[in-house]
């Protein structure tokens, strides 16, 4: 009867299927192709499913890898290692005799050519005029460094948004025939010559007078767009650039803020939000607009400038225009009166 072969010990690279040189994610693919054969034998070994997770436990990890590697020179490897004939002893044919006996030769040559090198660069050194003036490269401009980016816009709170709009913001007076002072509400300084605000209130003649801060401008009424109830005043040019209006306009649930005349004399900051944009592109927010705060400035939290205040707009108890139809502004209605 014949022997049987001793079957060879598996290693866990065996287990897994894959070669000794795998990568991490090929033996973690390895590992899930495995367990899903065997998951799928009904009649699986669970000592195999037990050695393929261990074979992963270990293959995984590179310290315990790296120790495993190192046991897997088995005896009988370092035995092959041990039994194998020792290279056979070479001795020199007469020519490399010659070769040796030739070699002092051929290092005094190359230190010769060294040395005469040596004193022909000495040589030269000692003519070469020593006052001659060596020129120097320019040194390197140093590179222009690259400015830093802009900081992203920050949240502003009320107090912040009120030093904001108060060089920008004036109060709306009309002088009446008589010499009666008549309040017309708030308005925009869009630009150093130019002020916005709505239309309701301003007398047909008369004066009008632009305040801002302790400044009184005489204004002329320019532009009136009865479409949009919004109207332009001319005043003498300002060192004030104006407010830009912002070209986004505010969406439902956005925090913005309210300046204007709210109560008494001077400029207040109401703070709420965009209830909804309405049908006519009208901005219903969630605070009250005075009739003296009609033709103030509406600001979102980042200080832009994103509506005008209005008191009298159909649909909306509280209202404003989005600060985009400045720019569409034109006569339109009753055509605009002259100032005496």
């Not at 495993?68 to 009988?76: G, I, K, N």
């Not at 607009?289 to 939290?301: I, M, N, P, R």
Request: aromatic share 2%.
């Amino acid at each position: 009867m014949a022997a049987r072969t001793p079957t060879k010990k598996r290693s866990l690279y065996d287990i897994l299927g894959v070669p000794r040189d795998a990568m991490a994610i090929d033996i973690g693919v390895a590992y899930k192709k495995r367990l899903a054969a065997l998951d799928k034998q009904p009649d699986a070994d669970p000592n195999e499913i037990a050695l393929v997770r261990e074979a992963y436990h270990i293959l995984c990890q590179p310290r315990e890898r790296e120790s495993y590697d190192a046991s897997l020179v088995t005896r009988e490897e370092r035995a092959e290692a041990m039994t194998r004939p020792a290279p056979d002893l070479v001795l020199e044919s007469e020519d490399d005799e010659q070769d040796r006996k030739r070699r002092p030769l051929i290092w005094i040559g190359v230190g010769a050519v060294a040395l005469l090198l040596v004193g022909l660069i000495a040589w030269r050194q000692a003519t070469t005029p020593k006052n001659v003036a060596v020129k120097e490269a320019p040194p390197a401009e140093p590179e222009t460094p690259k400015p830093p980016p802009p900081p992203p816009p920050k949240e502003r709170n009320a107090k912040e948004i009120l030093a904001l709009a108060s060089p920008s913001v004036a109060r709306i007076v009309a002088y009446e025939v008589s010499g009666t002072a008549v309040p017309m509400g708030s308005g925009i300084m869009v630009a150093p010559d130019a002020i916005v605000t709505t239309c309701h209130g301003l007398p047909a003649g008369g004066q009008i007078v632009a305040r801002i801060g302790a400044e009184s401008l005489p204004a002329t009424l320019v532009v009136t767009d009865e479409d949009l109830n919004l109207c332009r005043l001319s005043v003498p040019r300002m060192e004030v650039a104006g407010l830009a209006a912002s070209a986004e306009e505010p969406k439902a649930g956005d925090k913005v803020f309210a300046v204007g005349q709210h109560q008494g004399t001077d400029l207040s900051v109401i703070e709420g939000t965009i209830k909804e944009l309405k049908a006519g592109r009208v901005l219903e927010i969630s605070m009250p607009v005075a009739a003296s705060a009609s033709g103030g400035a509406l600001f979102d939290a980042y200080g832009r400038l994103v509506g005008v205040l209005t008191s009298r707009q159909r649909g909306a108890t509280n209202a404003a225009l989005p600060a985009t139809a400045i720019a569409q502004m034109r006569t339109r209605g009753t055509p605009a009166p002259k100032a005496p």
